[in-house]
């Protein structure tokens, strides 16, 4: 009592010693070579998508740029060529630009974005010798012919780290809303295809199994059959 | 008359190297025990913070640095060699560049200071704490002044400068804060120290710090208990108050004033407070080793003819136990607020140390005269518990008047 009541907490403290660690050892990929798997919807490095025929997505409207908080986005929109343009409609991304020494992953831009032009990936472990290179510019952001982000030389990639972001999830069942589960509101991806819906956005998973494959079924036919959406 | 027969006909302890003249061998072992003590110091600094960081993450469930070396005893390193290559600024506008670039060594050196008074091994047991190497007889400390402890309290204040100029010299709003807060708490805990000391000098009779652990060879002649306990515990206090240490750490309360003084500081600067921080943390337990638990005292084990280096090994374990107690605090104490700091200081340590130096004073007169001890010590009882409610008294009827508003604001 009185005085020792105090002490208690030093027991606690002392007790601590012996209990059991609630962190891990930082798997950075570094020392044993092992890297952590990532959580769903992990905000990372960004990509910039095309579609199946290899058309960029961007159309050069700037909203990811207006949207950043960090203002760390810099997007410079320009006029299609006619006889050999770059995305589907009138404008397309002519400079597109993250500093990465800025961008704080909100995942803003990804919820901007009107033709899901940018999404994430869960890669977010970099380290840059110049503030040049924390600068990714549109060539490295794209996506390679494969459809998959690029693995730029400094970057340490590893399986499944381009899967499942929030932007992923959200496209097979937009802002997570039940009566969209199953309808797939994006377009065709490069790499990906149209995405096989995510179990989990409602509250009645049996139920609506069902109707989720068929609704990927019926989406999926329908563009193969007009060839894709322009 | 030479400088070293005045020496000698003082009744102190001259360090029994120099009483055969000083010749070349002699200034070539002080320098040699120079480099030692301050090679030791650095290491045991860089082991201090890992050790600090890893017991602090112990004690809260993480794991603490894990990368750099084995069990990250690295880190420091590392993060010493990255402090040594980023940019210096210096405030050279609204600061005082000349007085921003003294400040850190003004911390660093006398915690270094400090040290070269404690006696760190020998044998104290079967002997006099003197060590006998290649025909050379000296003490297991690198100079043994007769102002010992005077000394440290001269070189634990000028500290307090090192602080006050830094947050000063920044020309910035919360270092200013920090340094005025780190000045009147030192002060203010400076007293509480120097009191709790006198218990030591009373009873050790002498201010070497040599000579105090002489008077302490056996475990129950050992300070803390004859001077009664008490003493030790406003020491221990006080010490964590003057190593701004959780949690009395206001001067740099990160919360409150970003970093305190050292707010402006960046690069080596910043890393020099950061070392001369951690090397206090290790001279003041080396010193309390020193006052209270009979520095190196302690059983030999085995190895008679080795009893100098028995003298290390317990003063290092005593030494790591005080700094296991200095992240314990950190790991479970929450800072106090300014005024809980100053009460503290001004209306308990002082007043209890006070009173125990004359308690411990009259026992001591008591002694000497033949009076009747247990009579002594009633009538020091009965004193105290006087003196103590007048204070009580005298305190609270200043917070009922301060309350009622007719007080001294």
Same mark, same amino acid.
């Given at each position: ?49 095309? /579609? ?39 404008? /397309? ?60 030389? %400094?970057?340490? %990639? ?9 932007? %992923? ?62 | ?36 003590? !301050?090679?030791? =110091? ?6 201090? +913070?890992?050790?600090?960081?890893? @017991?602090?993450?112990?004690? #809260?469930?993480?794991? $603490? ?7 990250? =005893? ?27 670039? @003294? ?5 660093? +050196?006398?915690? *270094?200071?400090?040290? #070269? ?14 060590? #006998? ?13 007769? +102002?010992?402890?005077? !000394?440290?309290?001269?070189?634990? &204040? ?6 006050? =100029? ?96 050292? #707010? ?5 600067? *910043? ?20 006052? !209270? !638990?009979?520095?190196?005292? $302690? ?49 308990? @340590? ?23 001890? *247990? ?17 009580? &008294? ?16």
């Amino acid at each position: 009592m009185g005085i020792f009541e105090g002490l208690e907490g030093f027991k606690l403290t002392f007790g601590k010693l012996f209990d059991e660690r609630v962190t891990g050892d930082y798997k950075g990929g570094r020392n044993d070579d092992e890297k952590r798997d990532k959580p769903d919807r992990m905000h990372g490095r960004h990509v910039l998508n095309r /579609y199946e025929d290899g058309m960029e997505k961007c159309i050069g409207c700037e909203l990811c740029a207006g949207v950043c908080p960090a203002n760390c986005i810099y997007v410079r929109g320009a006029d299609n060529p006619i006889d050999d343009p770059v995305s589907p409609g009138e404008r /397309y991304g002519f400079v597109y630009e993250i500093n990465y020494l800025r961008c704080i992953h909100c995942d803003l831009c990804v919820e901007a974005c009107p033709t899901q032009a940018i999404t994430e990936t869960k890669l977010f472990e970099f380290s840059f010798t110049n503030r040049q290179d924390a600068i990714y510019t549109k060539d490295e952001l794209v996506v390679g012919d494969d459809g998959m982000p690029q693995h730029l030389p %400094w970057e340490d %990639w590893r399986p499944g780290e381009d899967e499942h972001t929030s932007a %992923w999830m959200r496209a097979t069942s937009p802002s997570g809303a039940a009566e969209y589960v199953g309808k797939v509101a994006w377009s065709g991806e490069l790499g990906y295809g149209i995405r096989a819906p995510e179990a989990g956005q409602t509250a009645d998973l049996a139920e609506t199994h069902v109707d989720v494959e068929f609704e990927v079924d019926a989406a999926v036919a329908a563009a193969s059959e007009d060839g894709g959406h322009h | 008359m030479s400088f070293l027969s005045i020496l000698h006909a003082l009744p102190i302890a001259v360090d029994p190297l120099f009483v055969g003249g000083v010749g070349l061998e002699e200034v070539l072992i002080v320098i040699l025990k120079v480099v030692v003590a !301050f090679v030791m =110091l650095m290491v045991s600094v860089m082991l201090m +913070i890992w050790f600090e960081r890893k @017991l602090h993450a112990d004690m #809260t469930n993480r794991m $603490g640095p894990t990368i750099a070396g084995p069990f990250g =005893l690295l880190q420091t390193l590392a993060d010493g060699i990255k402090l040594f290559f980023k940019e210096d600024l210096i405030p050279e506008e609204r600061g005082d560049p000349l007085v921003f670039r @003294l400040a850190p060594y003004l911390t660093l +050196i006398p915690a *270094f200071l400090i040290f #070269t008074v404690v006696p760190i091994g020998g044998d104290f047991v079967n002997g006099d704490g003197t060590v #006998t190497w290649f025909g050379n007889t000296t003490h297991l400390q690198i100079a043994d002044p007769p +102002i010992g402890i005077l !000394f440290v309290l001269a070189m634990s &204040s000028l500290a307090v400068y090192g602080i006050m =100029l830094a947050g000063w010299s920044s020309g910035s709003k919360y270092p200013l804060f920090g340094s005025v807060r780190a000045s009147a708490q030192m002060v203010s805990y400076e007293a509480a120290l120097g009191l709790s000391l006198v218990a030591v000098l009373i009873k050790s009779g002498t201010l070497s710090t040599h000579e105090i652990v002489v008077g302490q060879a056996d475990g129950w002649s050992w300070n803390l208990w004859v001077t009664g306990f008490i003493p030790f515990i406003v020491f221990l206090i006080a010490t964590t108050a003057e190593l701004n240490r959780p949690p009395f750490d206001l001067v740099e309360a990160e919360q409150e004033i970003v970093g305190g003084f050292h #707010t402006e500081y960046s690069s080596i600067r *910043f890393a020099l407070f950061f070392l001369g921080e951690y090397m206090n943390v290790v001279t003041m337990s080396a010193i309390m080793v020193t006052l !209270f !638990f009979g520095g190196p005292d $302690g059983p030999i084990l085995f190895l008679d003819s080795l009893g100098w280096a028995w003298g290390i090994f317990w003063f290092l374990i005593k030494v790591i136990s005080f700094c296991f107690t200095f992240v314990w605090f950190r790991a479970t104490l929450p800072r106090f607020r300014y005024d809980q700091l100053m009460d503290l200081g001004w209306k308990l @340590l002082i007043p209890l140390s006070l009173g125990w130096i004359v308690a411990l004073a009259a026992l001591e007169v008591g002694r000497d005269e033949d009076w009747n001890r *247990f009579l002594v010590a009633a009538i020091c009882f009965v004193g105290l518990m006087v003196m103590g409610f007048l204070l009580n &008294s005298a305190v609270a009827a200043g917070k009922r008047k301060r309350l009622a508003g007719e007080g001294f604001d």
